[in-house]
């Protein structure tokens, strides 16, 4: 069975500002049973409103949050924690105006959560994929040639619109992600090589762009075109297919149109979101773990 962390789990965790700061400075300084400054027995006492203890040995004191993404924000933190375990809940992502009508906060403010968030979320790594790995590229956005004439010539800068995205994917496993500039092999292989671990046996579809895979793997491919989508029962591209469809329902589903500046974000989110989706209960608290990487 899947496993998440309910909503009465979280609030358990996380229902007040205090026990948010408390994990924060845990995160940031360790455990707090000594001061990090004079190692007396932790004896603190907090500063009502500011985000501050002292140290009641040698009046040290402390600001969790500063250099964080915590920072400079004076929205509750507690909502900051809601909202990072609704996107550990959701399907296909916490849209800026989700997050705007939940907390009451204005869309800014909430396009900017979410953004943080998802930087949180971008350091969060994943091994080097081995064994049997699915390839394949996806193409995000309009191209401009199916636009409408009137809207192509009023759509300053459509090719923004445009984003090539290559990925691999371990079968049972983790899947990377990313933005490429073109599909060509000379594009896609110094990529590969570097996300797939030597001796990983890659399957992909037909395009020219996989011929002549460095030796370092096996490699072959199902012909689409041909309405061939299983040979010898194995050699597929299912996993990465249904990962195009969750990345694709994240970005025209749940935000509608999302820049070409930000998409790797959300590729991250939904890779993420693949990643872990037989051990859900871990997510929110991985995403808190990066907090002392990320910086404000
Ligand atoms: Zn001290």
């Not at 455990?31 to 007396?40: D, I, S, T």
Request: aromatic share 10%; hydrophobic share 35%.
């Amino acid at each position: 069975m899947k496993k998440t962390l309910t909503l009465k789990e979280f609030r358990k965790r996380y229902d007040t500002e205090e026990a948010c700061l408390d994990k924060i400075f845990r995160l940031r300084y360790g455990k707090l049973e000594a001061c990090p400054k004079c190692h007396a027995p932790a004896d603190f006492r907090r500063v009502d409103k500011r985000r501050c203890y002292f140290c009641n040995s040698c009046d040290a004191q402390f600001y969790p949050t500063a250099g964080t993404i915590f920072e400079k924000t004076t929205t509750p933190l507690v909502d900051w924690m809601y909202i990072m375990y609704l996107f550990t809940t959701t399907r296909n992502g916490v849209s800026a105006k989700e997050i705007e009508r939940t907390l009451g906060v204005t869309y800014k403010c909430a396009w900017r959560m979410g953004h943080k968030i998802r930087e949180l979320i971008g350091v969060i790594g994943v091994e080097k994929l081995k064994g049997i790995v699915e390839a394949d590229e996806c193409f995000i956005g309009q191209k401009a040639k199916n636009m409408h004439r009137k809207k192509r010539e009023v759509a300053v800068g459509y090719r923004e619109r445009m984003a090539n995205v290559f990925g691999a994917v371990e079968r049972d496993g983790n899947v990377v992600a990313m933005l490429v500039s073109d599909t060509k092999s000379a594009t896609l292989f110094p990529v590969i090589e570097n996300i797939i671990e030597k001796g990983a046996t890659i399957y992909t579809d037909k395009s020219t762009s996989y011929d002549s895979m460095p030796d370092k793997f096996s490699h072959d491919s199902v012909d689409h075109n041909r309405g061939q989508y299983v040979k010898d029962g194995v050699v597929h591209t299912n996993n990465i297919e249904n990962f195009w469809s969750n990345l694709k329902r994240t970005i025209k589903g749940t935000h509608i149109h999302v820049s070409h500046k930000h998409i790797q974000k959300y590729i991250n989110e939904c890779a993420f979101r693949y990643n872990n989706r037989d051990s859900a209960d871990t997510m929110f608290e991985m995403i808190l773990s990066k907090l002392p990487e990320v910086k404000a």
